[in-house]
């Protein structure tokens, strides 16, 4: 069914990578080859540039309410074709179909329906200054923007990026993950269904370098949003700035997930599981840092263990199993060796630290156990260092203050979790969590209004509701004097 060849979206054409050369993608549950995608270079970025440029003045000057038909009309087919898609991206992440058809699929509609709607109640400020003159704020697109996103929600990260930048009435270069190129792939069957005009939405396909950065380096995008790994955004933000250019970095997290005694310790390990489990790990919410209070640490790990022995990983496509594959071999061998590190550290390896090889048609997939390691100083680099897989550390506490300072204890700064009855000590600790997120007795709870990113190195800027479209726009304040 994926045998095609992935080629570059460039003016609602298909195009081959002017290298001619293609990069092959996996099936994360077999190992085995998918496909092979686009290896496309500066040449092809600025083809793709070309068309969004020439696409801007009339997408750009279209009502607000215009330009959110063709988001809705996306959502709507996002929703029609929901159960290929999601087969499609669990065939090629490895991750489990019940939530691809729970969670990706579905949010990457909501992208475009939310997105749609928010843009028609986006309004500008007026400042009067009375009796002299008054101010209005006119928000005004960008021009050509670049979204490149990663691998671990291909088809929600990239519609959370492209639904704003649309929005507001830019033309839009994307570049999807070279790993997880498929969903990037259907989607752009469905801007042709709508007729979305020629250049608005291009996507090309290819590696980091060159292909990423040449978004990145041209003159004619206007704003780079990001979201991957801190080390390259930091690399992009150094581009940028030399450019001048607006920036959005999501970035890496080591999130904390914060214990107190007063909690149902068996309601607190499922979800810790949840938290630290889903998708396997390789979510950059989840809580991989989990502190407990000392009163409750022994109950609470022998039921963490206990719990995460019991989940079942194995073929993304049986409902049974909680936890599918990793994302790639190299990914998986990430993995490990940070369990190896963790043992050299001086860390003990309650459950998992291994793969495991399912039986049947994944016998070769990239599957690891859920691991949970004790014994962890704060300091080491399995509590500092992402891991971004089913690896959790557990750390004790005693009191309040000491949770607040081991949590802050990171150059990560994404989201936290806090877990307790007392309201006081949740509104106490959450004011000083170093988090752009803070959960309180929740995780992944989402309400695309609200603002979200990090802190420290976890990111720059805000995505969501106001905050995407104030990104993706610029304010003029026009003056006008009637004294
Ligand atoms: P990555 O940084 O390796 O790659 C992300 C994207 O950037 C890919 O499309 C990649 O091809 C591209 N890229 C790589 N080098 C580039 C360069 N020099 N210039 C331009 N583009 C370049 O990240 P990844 O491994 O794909 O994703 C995992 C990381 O993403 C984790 O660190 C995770 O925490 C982070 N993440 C963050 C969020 C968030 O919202 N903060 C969400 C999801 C994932």
Not at 282 to 287: A, E, S, T, Y
Not at 317 to 322: A, K, P
Not at 353 to 364: D, M, T
Request: hydrophobic content about 40%; overall charge neutral; proline content about 5%.
């Amino acid at each position: 069914m994926y045998s095609d060849k992935i080629l570059n979206f460039v003016a609602n054409r298909f195009e081959e990578p002017q290298s001619r050369t293609f990069i092959p993608f996996f099936n994360a549950a077999t190992g085995e080859a998918l496909g092979q995608v686009a290896d496309s270079n500066a040449e092809d970025v600025a083809r793709a540039i070309e068309a969004a440029r020439k696409a801007y003045p009339t997408w750009s000057t279209l009502s607000a309410g215009r330009r959110a038909e063709y988001l809705e009309n996306l959502a709507r087919l996002i929703e029609q074709r929901a159960e290929d898609l999601a087969l499609a991206e669990t065939t090629n992440t490895g991750k489990p179909l019940w939530l691809s058809r729970r969670t990706d699929i579905p949010r990457a509609a909501a992208n475009f329906r939310f997105f749609a709607q928010a843009a028609s109640q986006f309004f500008s400020e007026c400042h009067p200054m009375p009796g002299m003159a008054v101010n209005f704020t006119l928000r005004q697109p960008l021009g050509v923007v670049g979204c490149i996103s990663p691998w671990n929600l291909p088809l929600y990260l990239l519609t959370w990026k492209i639904a704003p930048a649309l929005a507001a009435g830019n033309t839009v270069v994307a570049k999807p993950s070279e790993l997880t190129p498929l969903t990037a792939r259907l989607l752009c069957d469905l801007v042709l269904e709508v007729g979305l005009p020629p250049g608005v939405l291009n996507i090309v396909h290819g590696r980091g370098v060159p292909c990423g950065e040449a978004i990145v380096q041209h003159p004619e995008v206007k704003a780079v949003s990001f979201t991957g790994s801190t080390a390259v955004g930091r690399r992009i933000a150094r581009i940028c700035a030399e450019q001048l250019k607006k920036v959005s970095l999501e970035l890496g997290g080591k999130n904390p997930h914060i214990i107190f005694d007063d909690v149902d310790i068996e309601e607190a390990v499922a979800a810790v599981v949840e938290s630290g489990f889903t998708n396997q790990g390789q979510i950059c919410l989840c809580g991989s840092r989990v502190l407990v209070q000392s009163s409750i640490y022994e109950t609470f790990r022998d039921r963490l263990v206990e719990h995460a022995n019991r989940l079942q990983v194995g073929d993304p496509l049986e409902e049974v199993h909680f936890m599918g594959a990793v994302v790639s071999q190299a990914h998986l061998e990430k993995i490990e060796s940070y369990v190896a590190l963790a043992q050299q550290e001086g860390g003990r390896v309650l459950c998992g630290g291994h793969r495991l090889q399912p039986e049947g048609r994944c016998r070769n997939g990239w599957f690891f156990a859920p691991t949970v390691i004790e014994g962890l100083r704060p300091e080491a680099r399995c509590n500092q260092e992402e891991i971004f897989g089913p690896v959790i550390t557990l750390l004790p506490f005693k009191e309040e203050e000491e949770a607040i300072r081991l949590a802050n204890f990171t150059e990560y700064g994404l989201a936290a979790v806090v877990r307790t009855r007392d309201v006081g000590r949740a509104l106490r600790v959450s004011e000083r969590l170093q988090a752009g997120i803070v959960w309180v007795n929740c995780w992944m709870l989402r309400d695309l209004r609200t603002p979200f990113g990090g802190v420290k190195h976890s990111g720059l800027g805000r995505e969501g509701g106001f905050e995407a479209l104030r990104f993706f726009t610029e304010a003029k304040n026009v003056c006008i004097r009637y004294a």
